[in-house]
């Protein structure tokens, strides 16, 4: 019997944005794109402040220094948008 295990990798490889959308690359090949609009705070930041980030949480998250701003890959993943008070 042939059994194929699927291997996963949700650490973070590449992180870019545009003026809609954030767009994480994951060490496995896949992609995670997501409306800007869910992070109000990289929403309105500029696009050098957006540029910035780092790896963080072993991979698996993302920090912006200049926003105080983190996420994760599973978060993305799950379509987990920030929280907001009304």
Do not use: F, K
Not at 33 to 53: G, K, M, N
Not at 78 to 86: F, I, K, L, R
Request: a negative charge; aromatic letters at 6%.
């Amino acid at each position: 019997m042939n059994i194929s295990a699927r291997i996963t990798d949700e650490r973070v490889q590449d992180v870019r944005c545009d003026d809609s959308t954030l767009t994480v690359d994951l060490i496995d090949g896949r992609t995670i794109s997501v409306p800007l609009a869910w992070y109000p705070r990289l929403l309105h930041a500029a696009p050098e402040q957006r540029a910035i980030w780092e790896a963080c949480a072993g991979g698996y998250g993302i920090h912006w220094p200049s926003l105080n701003e983190d996420l994760s890959t599973e978060g993305l993943l799950n379509g987990v948008s920030a929280h907001t008070t009304a």
